[in-house]
């Protein structure tokens, strides 16, 4: 949302005031905390033992927007400050209001990851207790993004 306000109430208008654009910024930059805050979080936490492969590719799902946002600013800067610069690298003074977040790639690498643990421990184990029982390897991804969810629903007000 904090994006979206952004771009159309800063670069979609001719005039802006300093206010709005103080305003906007404050939203913006309080989202982008708050994802990288998230996004240290996890980084920091180590997945438990026998499951480390595991995290490196979490970690690429969540890094893959910052790097989509952080290119995004880089061509608005450059725009801003070195227009020739701005023309040589995008064919022209452009800045994109359009920002698309595609994780598509990283996620399907870590749900190929989750899937392998789930059959690595289904092979381990004893056939009737895992057939008896849903598979809990993927429990704890979902946790932590519901976990994220209801906290971005009910006590983030950006």
């Known amino acids: 949302d904090s994006i979206t306000s952004f771009g159309s109430n800063i670069f979609a208008r001719e ?5 709005t654009i103080t ?23 180590p997945f438990p033992p026998g499951y480390e492969s595991g995290h490196p590719l979490l970690v690429a799902v969540l890094r893959k927007p910052l790097q989509d946002l952080l290119d995004a600013m880089d061509q608005v800067l450059v725009v801003m400050t070195n227009p020739e610069e701005g023309v040589a690298r995008h064919g022209g003074l452009i800045i994109s209001l359009v920002i698309k977040f595609d994780i598509e790639s990283e996620a399907q ?30 429990d704890w991804f979902w946790g932590i993004l519901g976990g994220i969810a209801l906290y971005d629903i009910f006590f983030d007000k950006d």
């Open 23 to 45: 305003l906007e910024a404050d939203r913006f930059g309080s989202a982008v905390r708050y994802y990288l805050s998230l996004f240290e979080i996890i980084r920091s936490r």
């Open 109 to 138: 690498r870590f749900q190929r990851w989750i899937d392998s643990v789930v059959v690595e421990e289904y092979e381990a184990g004893d056939n009737y207790t895992h057939c008896s029982q849903p598979k809990k390897s993927t």
């Open 15 to 19: 005039s802006v005031s300093s206010e």
